[in-house]
């Protein structure tokens, strides 16, 4: 069985500074991780993953994270916050094969002028 | 136009009516999944279907039912509607399966569905 924490349901920053949302995981086999955002009025859409290999992970819009197998973790990162970036943030383990993707309960980012 | 779409996108109803929510794809994926969204609980998986004959129970089922009518179309039925079932529903789909590494969904706009 797999699970995901996603700390802080919400986040504030202001604008140009970091961002940070946390995420770490359990599972009981090597996972894929994966961050999707949420926009106000929309589904949800892909913003990185991590299948294997680099264990930095380039997404769009400027964001970053980093999986550290030995902190179960898979924090989301971009260095300057735009106004843009306010939405829901999912973080999501698929353990791969039959077993169903897992979703965190989201964090929201507001951004703050 | 959009790959997965999902109609009606808002939708007012009364206890007790039976209402269907449609998803449509054109993504030629396998996979398709229904899910709420409630704030505070994330997204929660209703059912899931990994092909036209291949129906599966989520997490919250009770209350729901589902028809995947072709690999396009998988359609969510609230057979007599209750207040708590008010969320915003959302279907996905996925083409898992086609030797990508790790299941990336594909989600729909939403149904947002207020229950009196």
């Known amino acids: 069985a797999q699970s995901v924490t996603q700390l802080g349901s919400h986040v504030s920053v202001s604008e140009g500074a970091l961002v940070l949302l946390r995420c770490n995981y359990s599972s009981s086999v090597p996972p894929y991780l994966f961050w999707y955002v949420q926009y106000p009025n929309q589904g949800l859409q892909l913003l990185l993953k991590y299948t294997t290999g680099a264990t930095l992970v380039k997404g769009i819009n400027g964001f970053e994270a980093e999986f550290k197998k030995s902190e179960t973790s898979f924090h989301l990162t971009k260095p300057s916050a735009h106004m843009s970036d306010a939405a829901e943030y999912f973080c999501a383990v698929s353990p791969g094969g039959y077993q169903k993707v897992t979703f965190g309960i989201g964090t929201k980012l507001q951004v703050i002028p | 136009d959009a790959d997965v779409t999902q109609t009606p996108r808002n939708r007012i109803t009364k206890t007790g009516k039976r209402i269907m929510l449609e998803c449509s794809q054109t993504?030629?994926?396998?996979?398709m999944y229904w899910y709420r969204q409630d704030p505070g609980l994330g997204l929660r998986l209703i059912y899931y279907?990994?092909?036209?004959?291949?129906?599966n129970k989520g997490e919250i089922s009770d209350g729901y039912s589902v028809s995947r009518q072709a690999q396009a179309k998988f359609s969510l039925s609230l057979e007599s509607a209750i207040p708590n079932q008010t969320a915003l529903y959302f279907c996905?789909?996925?083409?898992f399966g086609s030797g990508e590494r790790g299941e990336t969904q594909y989600f729909g706009p939403g149904t947002r569905l207020l229950v009196l």
């Open positions: 993504k030629g994926h396998d996979r």
């Open positions: 996905a789909t996925s083409d």
């Open positions: 279907s990994f092909d036209v004959k291949d129906i």
